[in-house]
């Protein structure tokens, strides 16, 4: 991998971890179109690059996230009961997902699935009864799709904003929890996976197999990361505020047209 390739692949992820499009399915396919070879770190790097969008999502929301901490805690209590089903599936099959789904086989049926949910949301939020403010019932449905959104293709924001919104939430309310739900996600997936590559000798192993190169690729795409999750954040909010999902549905349905061709055509 060059430094121009961690480049673009920095940018790709902090636009398309906020925008409801799915950002590890343009990763997979972005290292399969153009042959970048991550000498088997596909997964490490993928959460690397998580690191620049937790920078990003921390800066625009530190208010909130100061709230959390503060009396009655509902709203963390909220977090917390979100959380639980990413921690189990990413524990249990965070490996298997990885050796099956990262080599893009499957990329269209979750770029379609992606694009139904929020579809489904847009068309949901144009009733004429008013939201409910988010509750249990709502954090718990987006808490379940946020561990089904581990598959590449499924929209980790996309999916979980559509799963408040259909579950009776407030769009606006749904948006910022849901940015905010990706924080505990993204440090447990970086945490644990640097745990698991110490004890078990891939991280050295990694940046051995990378290049001497692989540090510096590692800092522009965190870099990167950040600076599009930022302006990406900002588009998603303007987005949810009026249901506005169209464009990302065109856009999620034409890309699973594509990834549908190139995997029948054996070039993905």
């Known amino acids: 991998m060059t430094v121009l390739q961690a480049l673009l692949l920095g940018i ?10 799915s950002s590890s399915g343009h990763l997979v396919l972005l290292q399969n179109l153009f042959n970048i070879d991550l000498a088997g770190t596909d997964m490490f790097y ?93 954090a718990a449905a987006m808490g379940i799709v946020q561990a089904v959104a581990i598959l590449p293709g499924i929209s980790r924001s996309g999916a979980t904003v559509a799963a408040g919104t259909l579950a009776g939430a407030d769009r606006v309310q749904a948006a ?23 004890v078990g000798g891939e991280l050295a192993a990694t940046f051995v197999n990378a290049g001497s ?32 999902y169209t464009p990302f549905i065109i856009y999620l349905v034409l890309l699973a047209v594509l990834c549908a061709y190139l995997t029948f055509s054996g070039r993905l």
Request: proline share 4%; glycine share 8%.
């Open 46 to 138: 993928d959460i690397i690059l998580h690191i620049g969008t937790l920078f990003a999502v921390c800066a625009v929301f530190r208010k909130d996230i100061i709230k959390l901490f503060r009396k009655p805690f509902k709203n963390l209590l909220y977090l917390v009961l979100a959380s639980i089903p990413a921690a189990v599936v990413g524990v249990i099959f965070g490996d298997w997902v990885n050796a099956t789904f990262f080599g893009g086989t499957y990329l269209f049926i979750g770029f379609l699935i992606s694009a139904v949910l929020l579809a489904a949301a847009q068309i949901y939020a144009k009733r004429k009864s008013p939201p409910f403010p988010l509750c249990k019932k709502s």
């Open 213 to 244: 190169d692989f540090g510096i690729c590692v800092a522009v795409g965190i870099a990167a990361a950040a600076v599009s999750g930022f302006a990406a954040i900002k588009v998603m909010l303007k987005a949810a505020t009026k249901a506005g």
């Open 176 to 198: 910022n929890f849901s940015f905010i739900m990706s924080i505990p996600v993204i440090a447990g997936s970086f945490v644990i996976t640097l745990i698991k590559g110490i």
């Open 12 to 21: 790709v992820q902090g636009l398309t971890e906020f925008l409801p499009v």
